[in-house]
């Protein structure tokens, strides 16, 4: 286990052939200037002819590359020098091990701040999905289709639902073939995948049993090379497709393949409809997966904000970015007071609202990227806030709050918001009354 992890993330064959080659060729170089003193030891500025290298040897590949480059200076110097330089050997160590040091610490940072970039635009396509989704609204209301724009955000609660609820896999993708061959008037379509390592195709779900693909139809190839949506009035080659709308998943392509429509409902608007829900469904399916048992057992929480709990806990268990909820415990007959407060969020910051009773609000909102120092002037921010528009009296009596790390697992977490703390505060409600 612990050579795995010294050696993962190099290719060991390639650094070998490197640093041998490197180190014969300045042993070579120091045998044909200095024969006697082939590792340049008693010069005056002998350090820096291999300290030099091994220091961006190390700092390029880390510690391994500094072990191996130390290992053939110790051969070299216990079979070629009559007396071994302990002194000249330590200084050389003493510098591999600071040049791995910061190696380890610019690789762990370095980590860091691309799954922060990973996140960051993970939300920004959320938020590009949400506009997306915004406008077909839009012009579905203008053009009076059969769904209406509520309907829109209720067929991806549905679909989530699916996804929640099915043991199967292929169970979402038929729901969403079905739905959308009724709304958009398809005939005749299917739901393919084409994985890019064995260059093969497979129907996942289809409208009719003897739909057949064609892998050498120029829809497909088109729609793949370019990984946009393809479709007829695009190409002047014939086609025995009329659209095909792919979502990529690493290497794997999901492709909905519409063979037969009413010829009115091809549009681009239609076909970016039915990208958007395969987007949906293809994204959030990994995710559920995860979270399902969860999602399931903890059904007061939004399916939202358990997802994104999770991705913090993850990030913290794998990258130790620390992340963190505060909890606020609310007792008001204003409903409006959850709004109040979800106004005042950051643009990553993500609220959920509990309801127990007619007065009683949990509040938990998660902080992603925010140390505990973070959290408390966060919460020191909240409460001028509160006091400046309600009263220092109703912050006082009536609400009360929690910061917690999320570095627990996501069960603990959710048990901590709900019940343990709440149970807490309502007994001691009960014994002051």
Do not use: C
Request: proline fraction near 3%; hydrophobic fraction near 45%; glycine fraction near 2%.
């Amino acid at each position: 286990m612990f050579w795995t992890k010294f050696f993962s993330g190099l290719n060991l064959k390639i650094l070998l052939a490197e640093i041998i080659l490197f180190f014969v060729v300045l042993i070579g170089i120091g045998a044909y200037t200095n024969p006697n003193d082939p590792l340049f030891i008693n010069s005056q500025y002998g350090y820096l002819f291999y300290l030099l290298p091994i220091l961006v040897l190390t700092l390029y590949y880390g510690l391994t590359a500094g072990v191996v480059t130390l290992t053939l200076i110790f051969i070299v110097m216990m079979f070629y020098y009559k007396e071994f330089n302990l002194n000249y050997f330590l200084w050389i160590f003493l510098f591999t091990l600071v040049a791995s040091e910061f190696n380890h610490y610019w690789t762990q940072n370095l980590k860091k701040a691309e799954e922060k970039f990973k996140y960051a635009d993970d939300k920004l396509r959320d938020l590009a999905r949400e506009l997306m989704l915004l406008k077909i609204s839009h012009d579905q209301l203008e053009r009076q289709y059969i769904i209406k724009p509520i309907s829109i955000r209720s067929v991806i609660l549905d679909l989530r639902e699916k996804m929640l609820t099915s043991n199967s896999e292929k169970e979402p993708l038929e729901f969403l073939l079905k739905l959308v061959s009724t709304t958009q008037n398809i005939y005749d379509a299917a739901i393919v995948t084409y994985s890019v390592e064995n260059n093969n195709f497979e129907i996942i779900v289809s409208i009719n049993e003897n739909f057949k693909i064609n892998p050498d139809d120029i829809l497909i190839k088109k729609s793949i090379e370019d990984g946009a949506i393809t479709f007829i009035s695009q190409i002047e080659e014939y086609s025995e497709y009329l659209a095909v709308i792919p979502v990529k998943k690493e290497d794997l392509y999901y492709l909905f393949i519409i063979k037969d429509m009413n010829f009115l409902s091809l549009n681009l608007d239609t076909l970016l409809t039915v990208n958007l829900f395969m987007f949906y469904v293809i994204k959030e399916k990994e995710i559920l997966k995860n979270i399902k048992e969860i999602a399931l057992s903890y059904k007061e929480f939004n399916v939202d904000f358990i997802k994104e709990v999770y991705r913090m806990y993850q990030m913290y268990k794998n990258f130790n970015v620390e992340s963190t909820i505060v909890t606020f415990y609310v007792r008001t007959d204003d409903q409006n007071f959850p709004l109040f407060i979800k106004t005042k969020l950051r643009g990553l910051d993500m609220m959920d609202i509990l309801r127990t009773d007619k007065e009683l609000f949990i509040l938990p909102i998660l902080l992603p990227f925010t140390p505990f120092s973070g959290a408390q002037s966060f919460v020191r921010r909240m409460t001028e806030i509160i006091k400046e528009f309600y009263s220092e009296k109703f912050l006082e009596e009536n609400i009360k709050y929690k910061i917690e790390l999320v570095d627990k697992d996501i069960k603990h977490i959710l048990i901590e918001i709900y019940t343990n703390y709440f149970d807490k505060i309502k007994n001691s409600e009960s014994k002051t009354k």
